[in-house]
């Protein structure tokens, strides 16, 4: 998934049914023993996914890998040996050596953190810009929403690969960057460019939640802008979002891996899946492990995270059960 | 119809403009200096800065550059690179390779990816239903360079039925078709689900229901009556993708040494030829709001209810 922004559009066609969940949820459990919430009646409903299980378990390992890589591998992702260069998967190590005689396995293990942490902060910084501007262009409307869903489409139009390389190769060029600065940059890109998908959805969920009694009951009892956004319309419009951030979380890391191929995310000495990829190329015809188990933990992450958006939308969206 | 079009033709232009300057502005006006790297190891010679200031306009405000360029660009005149070739004529040869990369991966999604959708939403729950569903979450999860990768080897290197690099150019079609397959393998992964759901919620409507009841023969309630009304996110996908297809081409051309517009600007941004990379990426943004806007008019076609004014 190397375009977050059509990955999100497949995600906000379905999406903007969610707000359905709101008002006919707590009717149906009051029958049983005591009503719940939206959120605890969405998590009743996950844990009995299969799906939900399974990606759940996939995520906590890669989080478990970005966190603490010593409990997987004890062999040195940065040590490398010309001598061991390109063999093939052994006991020794699982999944071979590379061309420069690093240890895949080890590496793969390592390589977990850099995109975990470059798809969490992106995603994290792509919600809040985009949430924060969408609620806003919902709540007030008028020239408000005009000007914002204009400046929305301006950043739209550039498709995603092109304006993320445009953007890392101007920031770049101003002589050698760290690999925190090249990290921080590609976050900054990717989110720079995904920002106005978010928004419109949120955007859209907030213009419905706007309509809602409670809201109007809320502002005749004097209530203020800002306790209307926070209190009543966040809560009730943001659970399209999330689903969007679970998917778009997936697709971040494989943007990041995309960016690292092209050259242009981050390079060695960062270890990452992408960074791995792009050193395979050269060898792929003689050492296709080289390319295929950074290949397969990035797919299964990837398909980790859409499929937890997947449950996640199907368990807070009640018209698709 | 026509006020609307208008009116819809009005809004593109702020955001033709501004998304065209931020381009501009990206490629031409960052700190450092425009001309570092540009003549290989050495610094450039002063008569060489002087008439390349000259010729862009360097000296001008951002603005007035951008004015400049958007007048030459109205005209037709891409510019020249520092090299001095024309940019529009490597445009010219290198937009025929990318249209017809993505006009593959556009037929190929819309036939494998209709098809799977529209007999996985008619038939319903079943074997057949989770394996497209599966296939299609692979799919979602696989990146375009992996799936590039994959299939140039296994079909390329060890099967040798494709040839692993399209050196023509023009590309001739029969060796677009894997290239076509993953540039759109994503897409198709979409355009599945989008039509299955959609399918899957139609198939239940009252006009459906009603076609079945007048004794309609199978074929003409699905293609007529299920398929027209359930067509309309589909298609709004379909349209919106033809310019991300082309924008993410890089990757794909990258991998199959296809001669089209993501080499070209790949090769600008390394070369840091602003005009290269100024002038494709506006192309490519006016691609992608036209095509926007026929998918908005396409709406009054499929779907006579929605009415424009």
Not at chain 1, 71 to 76: I, K, P, Q, R, W
Not at chain 1, 124 to 143: M, R, S
Not at chain 1, 145 to 158: K, Y
Request: net charge positive.
């Amino acid at each position: 998934m190397t375009d977050p922004s059509t990955a999100a559009t497949g995600a906000a066609v379905t999406t903007t049914a969610a707000e359905h969940v709101t008002a006919a949820e707590h009717v149906e459990t009051k029958g049983s023993n005591k009503p719940r919430s939206l959120a605890s009646d969405a998590w009743y409903d996950l844990r009995r996914r299969p799906l939900f299980v399974i990606s759940a378990a996939l995520i906590l390992l890669v989080v478990l890998m970005a966190l603490v890589p010593t409990l997987f591998t004890s062999a040195d992702p940065n040590y490398g040996d010309l001598n061991r260069s390109r063999q093939g998967p052994s006991a020794d190590a699982w999944f071979g050596y590379d061309n420069q005689g690093y240890d895949i396995f080890s590496r793969t293990i390592y390589g977990a953190r850099a995109s975990i942490v470059v798809g969490v902060s992106a995603t994290v910084l792509t919600i809040l810009i985009g949430a924060t501007l969408g609620l806003l262009a919902g709540f007030y409307g008028g020239w408000i929403d005009g000007l914002m869903s204009r400046i929305a489409d301006v950043f739209f139009g550039l498709p995603f690969v092109l304006g993320a390389i445009v953007i890392l190769s101007s920031f770049r060029s101003q002589g050698e960057s760290s690999a925190t600065e090249i990290m921080v940059l590609v976050v900054l890109s990717i989110s720079l460019l995904s920002w106005p998908v978010c928004m419109r959805i949120m955007r859209s969920a907030a213009i419905t939640a706007k309509q809602q009694d409670y809201v109007k009951a809320a502002r005749a009892l004097g209530a203020s802008s800002s306790r209307i956004i926070l209190r009543h319309m966040l809560p009730n419009a943001i659970a399209p979002v999330l689903v969007y951030a679970t998917i778009a979380l997936g697709a971040f890391i494989g943007a990041e891996a995309t960016l690292s191929f092209l050259g242009l995310g981050l390079r060695a000495p960062v270890v990452s899946w992408g960074v791995m990829i792009a050193d395979s190329r050269d060898v792929i015809r003689v050492a296709p492990h080289s390319l295929l188990f950074p290949a397969a933990f990035l797919t299964a992450t990837v398909l980790a995270f859409v499929m937890l958006g997947d449950a996640v939308r199907e368990a807070l969206d009640p018209k698709m059960r | 119809m026509g006020r609307y079009v208008l009116r819809r033709l009005l809004q593109l232009i702020p955001v033709f403009i501004g998304t065209t300057f931020l381009i501009y502005w990206l490629v031409w006006s960052l700190p450092g200096d425009p001309f570092s790297g540009k003549c290989g190891d050495r610094p450039c010679p002063d008569s060489y800065i002087a008439f390349m200031t000259e010729k862009f306009n360097l000296d001008d405000p951002l603005i007035v550059q951008y004015g400049k360029y958007m007048a030459d660009l109205l005209t037709g005149d891409f510019g020249e690179t520092f090299r001095g070739t024309s940019v529009g004529e490597l445009i010219g040869e290198a937009y025929p390779n990318t249209i017809r990369l993505a006009l593959v991966a556009l037929a190929i999604e819309a036939v494998i990816g209709l098809g799977a959708g529209i007999l996985t939403g008619l038939r319903g729950r079943g074997f057949l239903d989770n394996v497209v569903l599966v296939s299609t979450l692979f799919l979602i999860s696989l990146p375009v360079f992996v799936t590039g990768f994959v299939l140039q080897i296994v079909l390329g290197f060890e099967l040798g039925w494709i040839k692993t690099t399209v050196t023509a150019s023009p590309a001739p079609w029969g060796q677009l078709i894997v290239p076509g397959f993953v540039l759109g393998s994503l897409s198709m992964a979409y355009v599945t689900r989008l039509t299955r759901t959609s399918i899957a919620e139609n198939k239940r409507a009252d006009f459906v229901r009603t076609a079945v009841a007048k004794g309609l023969p199978q074929r003409r309630v699905v293609g007529v009556h299920l398929l027209r009304n359930s067509a309309i996110p589909v298609i709004t996908f379909l349209g919106t993708d033809l310019g991300a297809l082309m924008g993410g081409a890089i990757v794909t051309e990258g991998i199959f040494n296809i001669k089209g517009i993501g080499n070209l600007v790949y090769r600008g941004i390394l070369g840091k030829d602003g005009l290269i990379v100024t002038g494709v990426v506006t192309l490519l943004v006016m691609v992608y709001l036209l095509s926007n806007l026929l998918v908005d008019l396409l709406y009054a076609v499929l779907d006579p209810r929605i009415r424009y004014d």
